[in-house]
T-cell receptor, first 114, second 117 residues
Framework: EAQVTQNPRYLITVTGKKLTVTCSQN?????MSWYRQDPGLGLRQIYY???????DKGDVPEGYKVSRKEKRNFPLILESPSPNQTSLYFC?????????????FGPGTRLTVT | AQTVTQSQPEMSVQEAETVTLSCTYD???????LFWYKQPPSRQMILVIR??????QNATENRFSVNFQKAAKSFSLKISDSQLGDAAMYFC??????????????FGTGTRLTIIP
C-alpha cells in the first residue's frame, strides 16, 4: 500500500531531551516536507527536501533540523525541544513530475514538551 | 508571499442540507493550484478537491464542489446533502505552479464544520 508513515504517533518528552520523528514514504517521491499544525494557525512548513541531500528551510525552521540521506526517509530532529514546540507534526511527500500537484500526508505525530 | 484566509472558524449545518465554506487568498502569481483538505478527528489530512487556476470550470467531486472566482481571489467549498461523516476541520490551501521551486502548501486557519442530526 502506497503511504507515508510517521513514528512515533504520540510523544511526551521534557525540555532539552533530543528527539527524532521519523518519516518514510514508499512511493519513490522526490519531494518531502514537514509541517506543524497549531490551533488558529493552520499548518506551517518547517523544512522541505527536493531530493536526496537537498534540503531547505520553510517558514518556521527555528529549533528543528532535518536530513535526507535516502530518498524514502526524511527525519525531523529536535536537538533541544522546548514547550513552544508542542504541536501536531505532519510529514508530506509529492510524486515526481508534478503531474498531480497533490501532496500525500502522513498520519501525524502529536508532540508534547513539558 | 501568498496568504490564505478562512474567515469562518466554525460552521454548522443540518444533516442533508447544503453548506458553503469560504476561502480567500492573496497572490501575485497568475498560475497556481488551490485545494480543500478535510481533517476528521483521526487527524489524517484528506484531499477533498483540487482546482487549477488556469481552468475556468469549477471542480466537482460528488457532493463537493467549488466556486472559484479568480479575479476576486475567492475559492469557496460547497457541500451538498451534508452527512454526519462530513464533520471535520476543513483547510483551504494554495500551491504555486512553479515546477522548479518549493512545493509548499500555504494553508488557511481552518473551518470546523459540525453536522446537526
Amino acid at each position: 500500500e502506497a503511504q507515508v508513515t510517521q513514528n512515533p504517533r504520540y510523544l511526551i518528552t521534557v525540555t532539552g531531551k533530543k528527539l527524532t520523528v521519523t518519516c518514510s514514504q514508499n512511493m519513490n517521491h522526490e519531494y518531502m516536507s514537514w509541517y506543524r499544525q497549531d490551533p488558529g494557525l493552520g499548518l506551517r512548513q518547517i523544512y522541505y527536501s527536493m531530493n536526496v541531500e537537498v534540503t531547505d528551510k520553510g517558514d518556521v525552521p527555528e529549533g528543528y533540523k532535518v536530513s535526507r540521506k535516502e530518498k524514502r526517509n526524511f527525519p525531523l530532529i529536535l536537538e533541544s525541544p522546548s514547550p513552544n514546540q508542542t504541536s501536531l507534526y505532519f510529514c508530506a511527500s509529492s510524486p515526481p513530475g508534478r503531474t498531480t500537484y497533490e501532496q500525500y500526508f502522513g498520519p501525524g505525530t502529536r508532540l508534547t514538551v513539558t | 508571499a501568498q496568504t490564505v484566509t478562512q474567515s469562518q472558524p466554525e460552521m454548522s449545518v443540518q444533516e442533508a442540507e447544503t453548506v458553503t465554506l469560504s476561502c480567500t487568498y492573496d497572490t501575485s502569481e497568475s498560475d497556481y493550484y488551490l485545494f480543500w483538505y478535510k481533517q476528521p478527528p483521526s487527524r489524517q489530512m484528506i484531499l477533498v478537491i483540487r482546482q487549477e487556476a488556469y481552468k475556468q470550470q469549477n471542480a466537482t467531486e460528488n457532493r463537493f464542489s467549488v466556486n472559484f472566482q479568480k479575479a476576486a481571489k475567492s475559492f469557496s467549498l460547497k457541500i451538498s446533502d451534508s452527512q454526519l461523516g462530513d464533520a471535520a476541520m476543513y483547510f483551504c490551501a494554495y500551491r504555486s505552479a512553479d515546477d522548479f521551486g518549493n512545493e509548499k502548501l500555504t494553508f488557511g486557519t481552518g473551518t470546523r464544520l459540525t453536522i446537526i442530526p
